[in-house]
């Protein structure tokens, strides 16, 4: 049984993003798949994944849009945070897993810096400071 990666203090620590064809890592913690379509050439297993929310994906009709306007990255992610808005509940669960260790959010983009899981990350890292700072 692998070990558990150590608990980062800084809860935006905790959020972290990856492309699922990379290796997993203890280190990753709860790996979670965060896209609507299975990523191509992955195997189930080797993904390793601690869950696939699909849910959390931006919507089809937001991801076709996306893909014929690739310049448009901060009007995808203003409109993705607003899809997010509506689906409080499961943003609230991610960012839950993040309270009690390292979640990887894993994403199949070959474009690393623009992505669903960047904003989902990002949305995720808000939350969680909020919860530490009623906590405190």
């Known amino acids: 049984m692998p ?6 203090d800084d809860p935006a620590e905790r959020i972290r993003i990856k492309r699922i064809y990379r290796a997993a890592r203890v280190s990753d913690g709860k790996r979670i798949l965060v896209d609507r379509l299975w990523p191509r050439g992955v195997a189930k297993d080797r993904a390793r994944l601690f869950s ?6 931006p919507s089809d009709e937001l991801r076709h849009w996306y893909h014929a306007h690739p310049d448009c990255w901060a009007d995808f992610a203003s409109r993705y945070r607003d899809e997010l808005s509506a689906k ?4 609230r669960d991610l960012a839950r897993h993040a309270g009690d260790g390292v979640v990887t959010l894993l994403y199949a983009s070959k474009d690393e810096a623009n992505n669903n899981a960047v904003v989902l990350r990002d949305v995720l890292r808000q939350l969680l400071e909020k919860q530490e ?4």
Not at 52 to 57: K, L, N, P, V
């Open 52 to 57: 696939w929310c699909r849910e959390i994906a």
């Open 133 to 136: 700072n009623r906590d405190d």
């Open 88 to 91: 409080s509940d499961l943003t």
């Open 3 to 8: 070990e558990r990666p150590p608990v980062p």
